[in-house]
Every structure is written in structure tokens, then in C-alpha cells.
């Protein structure tokens, strides 16, 4: 069985030569890839290459060299990643097997096998134009072709950690001690190029320092890692402790597509503005009603949904937690015909604590 034979692409519009491979039948003498794939029903191959198809790669493009080693087209590139990501695959290593297994993937990129390295490359050279421009066109061709709309927009955000070593996490003073002990020695690139890290550490660590004060919190015993400034630690997902990590942002419409995305260091409702602007942009109106849980729920948010005449449909946050605890279900007795629940009598087990709630809400202590 022969899939593909190698070549080499060259676009109209640029010198540089990308390897991509030919359609070869999958049977020989029998059936082609395209046919075999339309016998078996596998759609989502024919709709990521007619998305493909639509782009622009000339940014892309000009990244590359017009000499050396002909790099693997952008197209093909992309393609590997937006098929994986409709059949669930994220990480590079599943990314990596399924250009090399799946016959629908083997379609879209024109048989070209990276391994994992090569697509985290990819992804670290076009950072910039994925996140950008090439987000916006693509997002549009989606958008366009599922003809769903904006009016009603959820958004939510996560927690990532990064990539850089928690291990490496320094204070103000550890900072300070480093740095004189590279002042010291004789002077190399290498120790240039460290002090000045550190200088820059020192900063951000400063500023961040400065914000936290002002809330009236402990700043002295904040870390900073001088290989990623921007993250900052933060409590992680499902238990996992604290550590160096980003919080990502996006906005969906009703069939779940992303119209807007950005990330932030440690903030999901600072971002909202920049989120409805990005929607603004891809849509050309502003949304009619946003969805949002309780971790939204404060002025900056409401203010800004407010000016744009949205309807926010966003949960009151009340530390539900910590309310559970000092408001047990069992205290009140539930009016089905009033459809209230009224406050029964306080048991003498509560504590002092419980007992000093209840009466600030105008219980009878």
C-alpha cells in the first residue's frame, strides 16, 4: 500500500520551497485517498482542507529563508494541528501519531510527518500571526461557513502553569544577593546577559510588590522566575497547589466556536474589554447578552456590559463555599406556596461565628 511520495512546493507569491508530499493512491491501481475517505463518510478532512484553502500563507511565508533546507509547508502545518484539535488532540506527541495513523490527517496535510519538536517550533516561530491576523481570517471562514452568530456570547477562563521552573522562583532579597555576586566576577556575555535578566526581574517583582501593598496585603514574600516574567504564582486547577501559570480567556457563541481569545497573567475580568472588542471586530456589532459564572461578578465587569447596553447573565459570587458552612440547609424550612425558604431556629450547636452571621442577616440570635 503506497500513501504519499515526497516534493517540493513552491508558492507563486514567495522563493522559498516547502516540502510537501503527493496524493498517491492508497490502494495501488484501486481507489485514491480522496475517494476512500468520501466512501467512508470522513467529512471533517474535506471541511478542514476547504478552510485550509481559504487562507492566507504569505505571512507565514515570509518567515522562512529564500535558501537551506526546504521547511515543511505552513499549510500543512496548520492543517495537522486544526484536524487535531476537532477530534480532541492537544498535545504535540498526539499530534505527532496522528500525521503519521490517521488517514483523514494524512489528507488535509499532504503527508507530511513532523514530529512533536518540529510542530512546537512551528508554533513558538508564528506565535505572533497565529494570534493575530491569521486568528481573525480563520475564525471568520468558520464563522461564516456555520453561519451561527454573535448575539449570544459565554465566556469563561483557566489557569495554565508555564513552562519555566518553580524551582527557580526568586525573592526581592535572593534577586539582590545573585546580582552582587555576578558584579563581582569577571565579566562575561553570559553574565551580561544575566545581571540584566535580574534588573528586569527586579522591576516587574517591584510593581507587582506596589499592587499588592495597596489591597493591604503582604508583598515582601513575593516570587518572580526571570526566564518567564509574566507568570506569576497563583493557585492551580483541582487541587494541584500553587505555581507559576497564566490565566487564558475566551468567548463562544452558541455552537461553541471561539470568536475572541487573549491571556492575561493572572486576571479573567480585566480582559473582558478586549474580548468584546475582538467579537466587535470579527462580528461588526456587539453582543446581546453575555454569559458568565461568579468569578466575573464585580464593577469593572458590570460597568463594562452596562456601557454597551449587554444583558449579563453572570452569578451573584458569594463565596457559595463558605456559605454552605455557616448556613446549613437545615436551619430554614422551605414555603412551597410562597416558593422562600424562612429562617426556622438556631440550634445550640452553632458556633460563636455562625451565630454572629445569622444575626448580621437580621436573624434572632
Known sequence: MTLFTRKLESPSHTKRKFVKAQNLPILEGSVSLCDYLKQIGERRAFIVTEILDEQDWLPFERCYSSTGRAPYSPRSMMGIFLYGIMKGHSSLRALENLARLDLGCIFVSHGVTPDHASLGRFIYQHQTVLTGSFFKELTLSVFLRTQSGASCLAGDGTVIEAACSHDDLLTQEAISREKRVLSAAPATVRIEKRIQQLEQSAEVLKCRQENREKKGKDGSQLRINPSELEAVVQKLKRGKGFSTAYKPSVLVNSVRLIVAQTVDPSSETK????????????????????????????????????????????????????????????????????????FACVSKNLTLFQRKSLFNLGGLV
Open 271 to 342: 480582559v473582558i474589554p478586549d474580548l468584546l472588542a475582538q467579537s466587535f471586530n470579527l462580528s461588526g456589532h456587539t453582543p446581546d447578552q453575555l454569559l458568565l459564572d461568579a468569578g466575573y461578578f464585580n464593577d469593572a465587569v458590570i460597568e463594562e456590559t452596562k456601557k454597551y447596553q449587554i444583558k449579563l447573565f453572570c452569578a451573584e459570587n458569594a463565596n457559595r463555599k463558605i456559605m454552605r458552612k455557616i448556613y446549613p440547609k437545615a436551619l430554614f424550612i422551605y414555603d412551597t406556596e410562597k416558593d422562600i425558604y424562612t
